[in-house]
T-cell receptor, first 114, second 111 residues
């Protein structure tokens, strides 16, 4: 299995631009999680999906952030407009049994907003 | 707000020594506990899970859980330079749906 695949690996964008991060979970995993990691705040849960349905988006920081999962093999996290404080590493993770079986993380997207 | 606390370190140990990493959590009803390892510039990877009080051993790793004290630890025996990484403690959230992570402890093993 190729694991959880995220793209792009790195993204540098100007403040105010729209940014779209992509994730392909492991086939057969029904749970998908988006996390953000910074030195100051560590790993923060943004949103998670079960069977393509958003279950908890209480971690999404602002309306500028949105996430979708149109099918079982693809999810996007969009930031519009982006701000410098959004700079972080964004991880997607998937799981077959929620958190019980542990997560498999993707390689992450390092976002820099200048 | 549920919290998971870890000493940021760095924790420095010589090769072959035992490294002890500690974590405390605030929600007394937490049920599931995990340790993840994260190398610099890489993504976290699961190394241990523990659900019951006591010890759980897996190779050189031992996870210890004390729910009364709200304390979970990870012991690494015969530490190797390749163990140098940041170790993240994770606990299930109040809804029991996802994991909350501590900020991690950086371990440095010198040869």
């Amino acid at each position: 299995d190729a694991g959880v695949i995220q793209s792009p690996r790195h993204e540098v964008t100007e403040m105010g631009q729209e940014v779209t991060l992509r994730c392909k979970p492991i086939s057969g995993h029904d749970y998908l999680f988006w996390y953000r990691q910074t030195m100051m705040r560590g790993l923060e849960l943004l949103i998670y999906f079960n069977n393509n349905v958003p279950i908890d988006d209480s971690g999404m920081p602002e309306d500028r952030f949105s996430a979708k999962m149109p099918n079982a093999s693809f999810s996007t996290l969009k930031i519009q407009p982006s701000e410098p404080r959004d700079s972080a590493v964004y991880f997607c993770a998937s799981s077959s049994r929620g958190y019980w079986s542990g997560y498999t993380f993707g390689s992450g997207t390092r976002l820099t907003v200048v | 707000q549920k919290e998971v606390e870890q000493n940021s370190g760095p924790l420095s140990v010589p090769e072959g020594a035992i490294a002890s990493l500690n974590c405390t959590y605030s929600d007394r009803v937490s049920q599931s506990f995990f340790w993840y390892r994260q190398y610099s510039g890489k993504s976290p990877e699961l190394i241990m899970s523990i659900y019951s009080n006591g010890d759980k051993e897996d190779g050189r790793f031992t996870a210890q859980l004390n729910k009364a004290s709200q304390y979970v630890s990870l012991l690494i025996r015969d530490s190797q330079p390749s163990d140098s990484a940041t170790y993240l403690c994770a606990v299930n959230n109040q809804a029991g749906t996802a994991l909350i992570f501590g900020k991690g402890t950086t371990l440095s093993v010198s040869s």
